[in-house]
């Protein structure tokens, strides 16, 4: 009997393309500085419409996925490792964004790969 040979890569496409319920506090794009030698994690609020699109809470538009869109962030969080980031991002009462327990997993898988793509000096894309 020929046994299946796991591929982690092909489960986490899989998996990054379920549907997931959008945190209605807003969003991060995180993102290498390499000359500063920090992770950087911008956020930008949002607000939900009825079809569980985000939208830019000044104009009730959708936000493109795409990119493109020049918004200023909320909060702006920076360490040098990825537990560093998250103690800045989850720990500290005041600057807290974070509302949905499956986007503070999220937020801590996307830090652990962009440390180890610093660290490794890979590319880092966010997923």
Known sequence: ???AVF??????????NRFIELDP????????DRS??????DFYTNTINEKGLACDPETGEPLPCSGGLKRQPSAVFRG?????LCIEVFEKPET????????AAYLGREFVRAESC???DQEYVQD
Do not use: W
């Open 118 to 120: 610093l660290f490794g």
């Open 7 to 16: 591929n982690p890569t092909a489960l986490d496409d899989k998996l990054s």
């Open 96 to 103: 807290c964004c974070i509302t949905r327990l499956d986007h």
């Open 1 to 3: 009997m020929t046994q």
């Open 25 to 32: 506090s807003g969003y991060f794009l995180i993102y290498l």
């Open 36 to 41: 500063g030698g920090v992770i950087c994690a």
């Open 80 to 84: 040098r490792t990825a537990k560093e």
